[in-house]
């Protein structure tokens, strides 16, 4: 069966510090990945989405950037953290069945 | 562009009682698929239950039901004999088929519905 692996799942980082969020995918092979933030009390939005190993899109301008160095590991990163970029990252795959799955998310607060 | 919309920010139900949520979608594409992911306070994002376009049944899954209504793009939950877990925050989502070809397929979501259950 397939699995998704988002971590850490707490984060505390000091403005201007870098960031490296992971996800990685088991059980399936060439999955599209996504990124989402989710602001307090407010809905999903998507950050990024990759089809493929090296291939990302951007949703959003923003001070974050995601890369794919293997098929199944999506990474958002940041050179220097934004109060803004305060929220909870939600690490998603899908498949051409149209189900999505989630990761457990990350909560990341920039202090 | 494809939008959602979900107008009630707040719902509360009583224990066993019966509760719908509604969800109103824009789409100029006639293939897609709809989604319903419950968001508890551990911020895990759970499938609930999805529709697609094509098939004119409602989807029902144990206690929670659909009424898709393709013509009036409307999408609402119906969530019967409510339990204490089913409190959380709702979000009606959509994606557009993979028959349209491009490979983002992304997930549109609403701005959910926080759904409260009174013992």
């Known amino acids: 069966s397939q699995t998704i692996h988002q971590w850490p799942a707490t984060l505390v980082q000091p403005v201007g510090s870098p960031l490296s969020l992971e996800c990685t995918v088991e059980?399936?092979?060439?999955?599209?990945l996504y990124w989402y933030r989710q602001a307090a009390g407010r809905g999903l939005q998507l950050l990024f989405y990759?089809?493929?190993?090296?291939?990302i899109s951007s949703e959003v301008p923003q001070n974050l950037s995601a890369s794919r160095p293997q098929d199944r590991q999506f990474i958002l990163s940041s050179k220097k953290l934004l109060l803004s970029d305060s929220g909870f990252y939600l690490c998603a795959w899908s498949d051409r069945g149209g189900g999505y799955t989630f990761g457990s998310g990350t909560r990341l607060t920039v202090v | 562009a494809q939008t959602v919309t979900q107008s009630q920010p707040e719902m509360s139900v009583q224990e066993a009682e019966t509760v719908t949520l509604s969800c109103t979608y824009d789409t100029s594409e006639s293939d897609y698929y709809l989604f319903w992911y419950k968001q508890p306070p551990s911020r895990q994002m759970i499938l609930v239950i999805r529709?697609?376009?094509?098939?004119?049944q409602n989807a029902t899954e144990n206690r929670f039901s659909v009424n898709f209504q393709k013509a009036a793009k409307s999408f609402s939950l119906k969530i019967s004999d409510s339990q204490l877990g089913d409190a959380a925050m709702y979000f009606c989502a959509y994606r557009r088929s993979f028959n349209y070809g491009g490979a983002t397929n992304k997930l549109i979501f609403g701005t959910g519905t926080l759904l409260a259950v009174q013992p």
């Open positions: 529709q697609e376009a094509y098939k004119q």
């Open positions: 059980g399936t092979s060439n999955p599209n």
């Open positions: 990759s089809v493929g190993i090296g291939q």
